[in-house]
T-cell receptor
Framework: GAVVSQHPSWVICKSGTSVKIECRSL??????MFWYRQFPKQSLMLMAT?????????EQGVEKDKFLINHASLTLSTLTVTSAHPEDSSFYIC?????????????FGPGTRLTVT | AQKITQTQPGMFVQEKEAVTLDCTYD???????LFWYKQPSSGEMIFLIY??????QNATEGRYSLNFQKARKSANLVISASQLGDSAMYFC???????????FGKGTMLLVSP
């Protein structure tokens, strides 16, 4: 099956610093990747859609200058949380679509747990 | 209005019994897809089953089956012969208009007891 990796799996950073999270599709090409945020005991909320070679599309209410997304290749998208604050602490999950399949199933990465102190 | 509604915040079931997790959806599209994902405490999202709006038969994947009632706009997940490892959060999701984003429900926490 298609595999998506995320790195790091967890990170602790100080308030005001920036953190970069990588999302990679390991055995397929993903022209589109999605970034979600999930707070404890809540559902996944879509933050942005990342398209290879173009600017990301952000959902309403998501600050694009704070959450920088880069999708420079068909297998890699990065999310950078700039000037992180404690309220940015959350579980960040990426997913990638393998367009070879009819269902356009999204394959999810294992997630990154961010804690801002 | 919510596009995906999961009315059961939590469900309890005994090992080896069957359990149904409810999901209703709202869309005006004729072409859409419905998904169920399992999220254990580790956080990873595990794809379980998919049902396309034009699929005439209910989807099945091993112990998972999807009870698709199009007229009622419901897509309930049935887990047969529950196992302790089935304890997790379960999310119903919908994809509209072909290739696009997923909209998730709020989830149902399933606890399987011995």
């Amino acid at each position: 099956g298609a595999v998506v990796s995320q790195h790091p799996s967890w990170v602790i950073c100080k308030s005001g610093t920036s953190v970069k999270i990588e999302c990679r599709s390991l055995d397929f090409q993903a022209t589109t990747m999605f970034w979600y945020r999930q707070f404890p005991k809540q559902s996944l909320m879509l933050m942005a859609t990342s398209n290879e070679g173009s600017k990301a599309t952000y959902e309403q209410g998501v600050e694009k200058d704070k959450f920088l997304i880069n999708h420079a290749s068909l297998t890699l998208s990065t999310l950078t949380v700039t000037s992180a604050h404690p309220e940015d602490s959350s579980f960040y999950i990426c997913s990638a679509v393998d367009r070879a399949y009819r269902t356009y199933e999204q394959y999810f990465g294992p997630g990154t747990r961010l804690t801002v102190t | 209005a919510q596009k995906i509604t999961q009315t059961q915040p939590g469900m309890f079931v005994q090992e080896k019994e069957a359990v149904t997790l409810d999901c209703t959806y709202d869309t005006s599209d004729q072409s859409y897809g419905l998904f169920w994902y399992k999220q254990p405490s580790s956080g990873e999202m595990i794809f379980l089953i998919y049902q396309g709006s034009y699929d005439e038969q209910n989807a099945t994947e091993g112990r998972y089956s999807l009870n698709f009632q199009k007229a009622r706009k419901s897509a309930n997940l049935v887990i047969s012969a529950s196992q302790l490892g089935d304890s997790a959060m379960y999310f119903c999701a919908m994809r509209e208009k072909g290739y696009s984003t997923l909209t998730f429900g709020k989830g149902t926490m399933l606890l399987v007891s011995p």
